[in-house]
């Protein structure tokens, strides 16, 4: 069966650590660092990679369009 | 499969829209604003117009929107942005001009100038963004500033007796007969982004087929005016704002009923 991976790409500097796409991930894949970012945000980040399947929520909810969102399929 | 194997550009399928440029927003964490703006530029991506738009910031926030998209945009004084909208549109009608407005601008100083646009029925775009209270300034209340809510001028909670109801200003619009479609959206969660988007895209439509004038109310929260976390904001305006300020469309007479 067919099996959709996904996979975001977080811009750390841009991220504000609002944590909007931590609520709204449905996979529960994003969390954030420890790390800060050098305005001092602690930054999204993917935390749990195997559990994305691309569906771009984290996206469209980002108010700094931080977020970059890849999708594949897999056989 | 490895996360190198995924990131490929082929596999792209979400990005910041090009026009929204990489200069960091003033905006704080959270704000709705950062995602009623990428919405305007994905719309006005895929609408293929982007040298043919002309925004006008408002006073308020959103005051720098012109240094985030890049479009043409003009400034206006605080609450004037539809009255040189309505300007603008009649120089150059084959341009879609769009406002861009919070409640402090569109409802209160603005109040004039928002409905005899509205009641001149140019082809003009009006974007609010309601959040019900004065953001930049620090949290003071706004016409629209829910009954009992608290703000900086009004410590103990909006008190109707002493500062009047909440304006839905959306509503008297409505009523208007030069307004065209009037709706009220919000983008507290991905669904709502996506119908926010297709509200937006339907009035940029409504502009360049000359259909009369278009209001996009989006409410939307303001953390940190209201002294809340960004999700914390989210469902406060769930609990809140929604009942005060019912998410649909209000009024629509196009005759194409595709954007619900």
Redesign the interface.
């Known amino acids: 069966m067919a099996k959709i991976?996904?996979?975001i790409?977080v811009?750390k500097?841009?991220c504000?650590?609002?944590?909007?796409c931590v609520?709204?991930c449905p996979a529960k894949v994003i969390a954030m660092s420890k790390q800060v970012n050098s305005k001092g945000?602690n930054y999204a980040q993917?935390a749990n990679?195997d559990a994305c399947v691309?569906?771009?929520?984290c996206?469209?909810?980002?108010?700094?369009?931080?977020?970059?969102?890849?999708?594949?399929k897999?056989d | 499969?490895t996360?190198e194997?995924?990131?490929?550009p082929e596999?792209?399928?979400?990005?910041?829209?090009d026009i929204?440029n990489?200069r960091?927003?003033h905006?704080?964490?959270?704000?709705?604003?950062?995602?009623v703006h990428?919405l305007i530029a994905e719309v006005l991506e895929e609408m293929d117009i982007v040298e043919d738009t002309i925004g006008i910031t408002p006073v308020g926030c959103a005051v720098f929107a012109y240094n985030y998209l890049d479009i043409d945009w003009e400034e206006a004084a605080h609450g004037r942005a539809p009255a040189m909208a309505v300007a603008i549109k009649r120089l150059r009608p084959n341009k879609l001009v769009f406002t861009y407005q919070g409640d402090g601008d569109l409802a209160a100083i603005g109040t004039a100038e928002t409905i005899h646009a509205c009641n001149r029925g140019d082809s003009i775009t009006i974007i609010f963004i309601n959040n019900g209270i004065y953001g930049m300034t620090g949290g003071q209340m706004a016409p629209t500033t829910l009954e009992g809510m608290k703000t900086a001028t009004c410590p103990y909670g909006r008190n109707t007796r002493l500062n009047g109801y909440p304006l839905k200003i959306t509503n008297l619009l409505k009523e208007l007969d030069g307004t065209c479609y009037v709706t009220r959206q919000s983008?507290?969660?991905?669904a709502a982004?996506?119908k926010a988007k297709k509200a937006i895209r339907k009035a940029f439509e409504n502009n360049i087929n000359q259909k009369g004038v278009s209001v996009v109310e989006i409410v939307s929260t303001c953390n940190s005016g209201w002294k809340l976390?960004?999700?914390k904001a989210?469902e406060w305006m769930e609990e809140n704002m929604f009942p005060a300020y019912p998410l649909g469309d209000l009024k629509d007479t196009t005759g194409d009923n595709q954007a619900k």
């Open positions: 991976k996904g996979a790409v811009n500097e841009r504000k650590g609002c944590r909007l609520v709204a945000y993917m990679e691309g569906c771009a929520s996206g469209i909810v980002c108010p700094d369009g931080c977020i970059s969102v890849y999708k594949v897999v | 499969m996360i194997d995924i990131i490929k596999n792209l399928v979400y990005k910041k829209p929204m990489d960091p927003m905006y704080c964490p959270g704000c709705s604003h950062g995602v990428k983008v507290h969660t991905a982004v996506r976390s960004p999700e989210n």
